[in-house]
């Protein structure tokens, strides 16, 4: 089945500074890749996701990348703002059943 | 907006009691799921349902069962809960053609002493 890795598990940037999340992932076959933003006692709720057909998207200060070949995708956030602080899940769809299966998490602190 | 209704925020509950989780969501999706959270593993399939009746396990369903007779209310069901499963436990759903679009519900803090 289907394996997420995840890099860094913590990370710290200064206000308006840029953070890299980094996955891996191992089923050559995986085709849909979401990234979840869980802020502190609060749901996971879906950020960006990026499908297998093209290679980077973008909303405003968030960019997510993905390199089919070697099977690893980021995220990238430009101009952090404190409100970014939160703690971020990469994810890939398992081809069996649709399950989608998480990374370990990175805990994102952005210091003003 | 779709609502994800978890029953109980914090639960507290003794060794080798039978624990039932609930969730509802009001969307009408065919697709629910129980997520296992723990620091540094993610979260983590135990079960999930695409279908009322229909019932598959995840990566880590030893211990726990399931319920979905309704379409909308899927139970997570702890025969006798051990310690080892002291966790949050996330409720998630998604429409039919769209599974992998999740939406959760603010999870259950299971502490099982």
């Known amino acids: 089945g289907e394996n997420v890795e995840q890099h860094p598990s913590t990370l710290s940037v200064q206000e308006g500074d840029s953070a890299v999340i980094k996955c891996t992932y191992s089923d050559s076959a995986s085709n849909y890749f979401p990234w979840y933003k869980q802020e502190l006692g609060k749901r996971p709720q879906l950020i960006i996701d990026i499908r297998s057909n093209v290679g980077e998207k973008k909303d405003q200060r968030i960019a997510v990348t993905l390199n089919k070949t070697a099977k690893h995708f980021s995220l990238h956030i430009t101009e952090t703002q404190p409100e970014d602080s939160a703690v971020y899940f990469c994810a890939a769809k398992d081809t069996s059943y649709d399950k989608v299966i998480f990374g370990p998490g990175t805990s994102l602190s952005v210091i003003p | 907006d779709v609502k994800v209704t978890q029953s109980s925020r914090y639960l507290v509950k003794r060794t080798g009691e039978k624990v039932f989780l609930e969730c509802v969501q009001d969307m009408d999706h065919e697709n629910m799921f129980w997520y296992r959270q723990d620091p540094g593993l993610g979260l983590r399939l135990i079960y999930f349902?695409?279908?009322?009746?229909?019932?598959e396990k995840g990566d880590i369903p030893e211990g726990y069962s399931v319920s979905r007779e309704k379409k909308e209310r899927f139970s997570l069901i702890l025969e006798s809960a051990s310690t080892n499963q002291t966790s949050m436990y996330l409720c998630?759903?998604?429409?039919?053609?769209?599974?992998?679009?999740?939406?959760f519900g603010s999870g259950t803090q299971l502490s099982v002493l």
């Open positions: 349902s695409y279908d009322v009746k229909m019932k």
């Open positions: 998630a759903s998604s429409q039919q053609g769209l599974r992998e679009k999740l939406f």
